[in-house]
């Protein structure tokens, strides 16, 4: 069975300081992957995606992500955090060919102090 | 383009009642979901439907929930009774392709929050 680790469950930083929240998944296939983030008082939105290509991808808000095949992670990062970046972050993956649903990782949880 | 719409916000139930919870896909989405998040955990998929027939209910509490897709638009999503341990936040998500694409985004709506006392 599929599954998503997300490794730090809290995570606390200042403002400007860089973000890198670590991603593991376990598939028996070629996956997609998705971090998705959670505002307080708002809905789940997509933060990035991979479905295939450039292993490094660009997200909203100055997010960027690396699939690392061979590490079975997909870390999100940011150079420089803002207070308004506080939120839940959730990594997902689903297999890319048949039938897969999407696993969430337990989620992230970021506090930016200003 | 307008989101998933999902209603009510909030509901506080008794233990052994019964409720129900309504969603509205993005408009021309084939594919439904209902998710149960529970505090301090991630989303896990409930059902999934593709257009108005199940495609996934395995992880679906069969004996208590149920949910329909009528005409392959909006959703209802009951419990019947409830648990205590069915306090989360349920959320519906809908997407455009069918659950066999590669391509397949999942856009949420705000979620219902449940509280079974």
């Known amino acids: 069975a599929q599954s998503v680790s997300q490794h730090n469950h809290h995570v606390i930083l200042s403002e400007a300081a860089s973000l890198e929240l670590g991603c593991n998944y376990s598939?028996?296939?070629?996956?997609?992957l998705f971090w998705y983030v959670q505002y307080p008082g708002q809905h789940l939105q997509l933060l990035l995606k991979?479905?295939?290509?450039?292993?490094l991808v660009k997200g909203i808000k100055g997010f960027e992500a690396e699939f690392i095949k061979s590490k079975f992670s997909f870390n999100l990062r940011k150079p420089s955090v803002q207070w308004s970046d506080t939120a839940e972050y959730f990594c997902a993956v689903i297999g890319n060919s048949g039938y897969s649903t999407l696993t969430f990782g337990k989620g992230t949880m970021l506090l930016v102090s200003p | 383009e307008a989101g998933v719409a999902q209603s009510p916000r909030y509901k506080i139930i008794e233990k052994r009642q019964s409720v129900a919870f309504w969603c509205n896909p993005i408009?021309?989405?084939?594919?439904l979901y209902w998710y149960q998040q529970i505090l301090g955990q991630g989303p896990k998929l409930l059902i999934q439907f593709q257009n108005n027939g199940v495609v996934d209910d395995s992880q679906l509490p069969k004996d208590r929930f149920s949910a329909e897709r009528l005409k392959g638009v909006d959703s209802t999503l009951k419990i019947q009774p409830a648990k205590l341990e069915d306090s989360a936040v349920y959320l519906c998500?809908?997407?455009?392709?069918?659950?066999?694409?590669?391509?397949?985004?999942?856009?949420f709506g705000p979620g219902t929050r449940l509280t079974v006392l």
């Open positions: 598939y028996g296939g070629t996956v997609n």
């Open positions: 408009s021309g989405h084939a594919t």
């Open positions: 998500a809908s997407s455009v392709f069918g659950v066999l694409s590669s391509y397949n985004e999942q856009f």
């Open positions: 991979y479905f295939s290509g450039d292993p």
